[in-house]
């Protein structure tokens, strides 16, 4: 297959794990202060940012892996339902925990593609320079992966399903980082550790979210209106 411009292969895959952005369904650690509501509209601010990103990464097949039970609508909305752009393709996460429902998407995209990241949407302003070191490290490394400072990760790139990454990993906790970086050194991987980001889950991201769009708002165009709007 011919490389592309940028020096990605078309056998790259970005697929974004996302939630329906329904109050009561996303973001419950920001209630309160946010009510329901406000938080389900911050979710899809934050997802809309970062399907925006994603979309600027040419030659990739890019994807939203969806929580079970979403549902589709034509255009993108602030509540209740998800609408998927025409460049991506919407697939089902199915059951599980994270590990589960991660490692079950990416043994099928494995059947198509030589190397996939994989990313979340609680980090709307998360460079985009470091999706595009994620495919290129890709070309050296095992496995990519984008450190959060709560311990887990934002991002993950893999240029094999690597399983032992998913098995007996304590979701949602501070050890996530810690134990993912164990199992791939028991299997002799090669990983490359990105720029240390930042996941919204906590009024205190909050508030630092809301300070740097002040200062930038082009790093996040949607989420910086939606504060705006909520007077944050």
């Known amino acids: 297959m011919s490389m592309a411009m940028d020096g990605f292969t078309e056998r790259s895959a970005i697929v974004i794990m996302a939630k329906r952005p329904v109050?009561?369904?996303v973001k419950t650690r920001l209630c309160p202060p946010l009510s329901p509501e406000e938080s389900a509209a911050?979710?899809?601010?934050?997802?809309?940012?970062?399907?925006?990103?994603?979309?600027?990464?040419?030659?990739?097949?890019?994807?939203?892996?969806?929580?079970?039970?979403?549902?589709?609508?034509?255009?993108?909305?602030?509540?209740?339902?998800?609408?998927v752009p025409g460049s991506y393709t919407a697939i089902d996460q199915g059951?599980?925990?994270?590990?589960?429902?991660m490692s079950r998407i990416l043994g099928i995209l494995f059947q198509s593609f030589d190397r996939?990241?994989?990313?979340?949407?609680?980090?709307?302003?998360?460079?985009?320079?470091?999706?595009?070191?994620?495919?290129?490290?890709?070309?050296?490394?095992?496995?990519?992966?984008?450190?959060?400072?709560?311990?887990?990760?934002?991002?993950?790139?893999?240029?094999?399903?690597?399983?032992?990454?998913?098995?007996?990993?304590?979701?949602?906790?501070?050890?996530?980082?810690h134990q993912t970086l164990d199992r791939i050194r028991s299997a002799n991987l090669t990983v490359k550790q990105l720029l240390t980001w930042y996941d919204i889950d906590t009024h205190a991201n909050?508030?630092?979210?809301?300070?740097?769009?002040?200062?930038?708002?082009?790093?996040a165009p949607a989420t910086s209106a939606l504060l705006n709007a909520i007077n944050y």
């Not at 990313?119 to 470091?130: K, N």
């Not at 959060?148 to 996530?176: A, C, K, M, P, Q």
């Open 42 to 83: 911050l979710y899809a601010a934050f997802l809309e940012d970062t399907i925006h990103k994603v979309d600027r990464i040419g030659s990739v097949i890019k994807f939203i892996a969806l929580d079970s039970d979403s549902s589709l609508e034509h255009g993108m909305t602030r509540t209740g339902n998800l609408s």
């Open 116 to 177: 996939v990241l994989v990313i979340g949407a609680d980090s709307p302003t998360m460079p985009y320079e470091v999706l595009e070191s994620a495919l290129t490290e890709l070309s050296n490394h095992d496995v990519v992966i984008g450190p959060s400072h709560d311990g887990g990760y934002y991002l993950l790139g893999l240029r094999e399903h690597f399983e032992i990454l998913f098995d007996g990993i304590n979701w949602s906790t501070d050890v996530v980082l």
């Open 206 to 219: 909050l508030l630092r979210l809301a300070a740097e769009l002040r200062e930038n708002p082009s790093e």
């Open 95 to 101: 059951k599980g925990d994270l590990g589960e429902r």
């Open 23 to 25: 109050p009561g369904n």
